[in-house]
């Protein structure tokens, strides 16, 4: 199958360079210094698995380049969600799948009305991946795993999904095609706008927050804020979840961070509309009080803002 990975960053590079690594036609799309440095030396990944290199060749700065393909795994950050969507295109025919694997609850809709043809497919992707240096990106723990899936029910039965799916777990990507993407959706959702919200404010690992009393009681009850959201919203979470992910993070090395902390302390944009914002403007029009994502927001916006300003002042 011919794939193209939309943002060559943590987790388009792990996953994407998955695929390429087991012989699947796999085009790279990135930007600026990641770009220059994986068109020269190609793209290393260094994992808990073991690291290996993709050599250079279909690496390009312009999606137009790559024609046609089968995926289009789009990993671009969830503000730039719209303007790569529009670069679409020419990769696109009536049977293309688009998988979203972003941070957020409302990329797919954005990119299925941005596009005009393809069909566009949620998916949540469980891993602590990051750009590390130009033209490296490094793999630092959880489950290495896609959950993908249609938006509609219309879309339930696609051959090509089955193929993708074929595909990545012949590539040894934990892979799974559920009929209910909403849920999984949101139940990362919930789990990654309270870590990420928390790591970047107190600077600190997953671990050392889990660490002290209160500061976990604090993570746990915004992933409830979220929760209770998501219900308000006739999303199904049950009520065991947050236990079932206490539990869970016990069983892997909790000394990473989040994306968020990483985008902060390096001076770049936030994704804190699409997490801590989003549950916000849900509570909102929903007349749920969120105070703990609703300080998360306001504390860490103005970073986001700023780090916009630099960059196109540069």
Not at 296 to 312: C, E, M, N, R
Request: charged letters at 20%; a neutral charge; glycine letters at 10%.
């Amino acid at each position: 199958m011919k794939f193209a990975v939309i943002g060559t960053g943590g987790v388009g590079g792990y996953f994407g360079g998955m695929l390429a690594k087991s012989g699947e036609d796999v085009w790279f799309t990135a930007r600026g210094g990641h770009l220059a440095a994986m068109q020269v030396h190609g793209l290393r990944v260094v994992s808990t698995g073991g690291g290996f290199h993709i050599p250079p060749g279909r690496i390009t700065g312009k999606p137009a380049e790559i024609g046609p393909v089968d995926v289009v795994l789009f990993c671009v950050k969830s503000y730039d969600t719209v303007s790569a969507a529009q670069e679409l295109a020419p990769l696109l025919t009536n049977e293309t799948i688009i998988i979203s694997l972003q941070n957020g609850v409302d990329n797919e809709e954005k990119i299925q009305q941005t596009v005009s043809t393809g069909t566009v497919f949620g998916g949540v992707a469980y891993i602590y991946s990051t750009i590390t240096s130009p033209g490296v990106v490094s793999e630092t723990g959880g489950p290495k795993k896609i959950v993908f899936g249609p938006l509609t029910e219309r879309d339930g039965d696609s051959p090509r999904a089955k193929k993708t799916l074929d595909a990545m777990l012949a590539a040894g990507i934990n892979a799974t095609l559920t009929e209910d993407i909403a849920t999984a959706l949101w139940k990362k959702f919930v789990f990654i706008s309270a870590v990420g919200g928390m790591t970047a404010l107190t600077r600190l690992t997953l671990g050392e927050i889990l660490a002290v009393d209160v500061s976990r009681a604090l993570l746990a009850d915004a992933m409830r804020e979220g929760v209770a959201v998501a219900r308000a919203l006739n999303i199904s979470i049950e009520d065991e979840y947050l236990d079932t992910v206490f539990e869970t993070l016990k069983k892997f090395d909790n000394n990473s961070r989040s994306s968020l902390y990483y985008d902060l302390v390096h001076e770049k944009p936030m994704e804190i509309d699409a997490l801590s914002g989003t549950i916000v403007r849900y509570g909102e029009k929903l007349r749920m009080a969120t105070p703990i994502h609703a300080t998360i927001y306001a504390s860490l916006l103005p970073y986001h803002l700023k780090h916009i300003q630099l960059l196109v002042r540069h």
